[in-house]
C-alpha cells in the first residue's frame, strides 16, 4: 500500500464541501457527541474510554493504511463501548482498545507501516500514553481521575488538530470530529468535577 502521503489524505478527506452548505458537519457531530456524553457526566474518571478510543483508532488506520478507514473504526469502537455498558463493564472497553492496538500494530509492522514517517511507529507510541492517561484516570475514579481524562482529551484534541493541519493518517473529516469532541468533552468534565 506504501506510505500514506500528505497528498493522499487531502485529496481523500471525506468533506461533502462548501457547496453542498454541510462544511462544518464534522465539527457539529463531535459537539452534539460531546454533549451527549458529558450532560450527565460527574467527575469524568469515567470519560477515559474516550481517551483511549481515539487513540486506538489512528493505530487502527495506521496499520490499515486507509484514511477513511477512521470513520469505521470509530463505529465499531462505539460498538465495544456500548456493549460494555450493558453488561456494565464500563473499564473493559480500555483494555480491549490496548490490546487491539497492540494486534494492529504488529499486524501493520508485518505489513512494512512500522517506519512510514508520523504512521503507525508514533501512533503506537501514543496509544501508549493515552492509554495510560484513561487507565490511570479510571483508576483514581475521583476528580483527579477527571482531571487527567480531561488533560488527556485536550491533549489528544491537540493531536488531532495536527493531524488535520497536517493532513496525516486519518481522513480531515475524522480529524476535526474528533478534535471537537475531545476539547468540548474536557471542558465538560472540568466543569463538573469543578462545581
Not at 493522499?8 to 464534522?26: I, K, S
Amino acid at each position: 500500500m506504501g506510505v500514506l502521503r500528505q497528498a493522499d489524505v487531502a485529496a481523500d478527506d471525506g468533506r461533502l464541501g462548501e457547496r453542498d452548505g454541510l462544511r462544518w458537519w464534522p465539527s457539529l457531530l463531535g459537539l452534539a457527541i460531546a454533549v451527549a456524553a458529558g450532560i450527565d457526566v460527574d467527575d469524568g474518571a469515567g470519560m477515559g474510554v474516550i481517551v483511549a478510543v481515539a487513540a486506538f483508532i489512528y493505530v487502527a488506520v495506521a496499520a490499515q493504511g486507509s484514511p477513511r478507514a477512521a470513520w469505521a473504526w470509530f463505529v465499531g469502537g462505539v460498538v465495544v463501548i456500548t456493549a460494555a455498558k450493558i453488561f456494565d463493564a464500563e473499564w473493559l472497553p480500555i483494555a480491549v482498545f490496548l490490546v487491539l492496538a497492540a494486534v494492529l500494530a504488529i499486524w501493520g509492522a508485518a505489513r512494512g507501516r512500522w517506519r512510514e514517517p508520523g504512521g503507525l511507529r508514533v501512533q503506537a507510541a501514543a496509544m501508549v500514553l493515552f492509554g495510560a492517561a484513561a487507565l490511570v484516570g479510571y483508576v483514581l475514579d475521583s476528580a483527579a481521575g477527571g482531571l487527567l481524562v480531561a488533560a488527556g482529551l485536550v491533549a489528544h484534541g491537540v493531536w488531532d488538530l495536527v493531524h488535520h493541519r497536517h493532513n496525516r493518517v486519518v481522513v480531515g473529516s475524522y480529524a476535526e470530529f474528533c478534535g471537537v469532541l475531545d476539547v468540548v468533552l474536557a471542558g465538560l468534565i472540568v466543569w463538573a468535577v469543578l462545581t
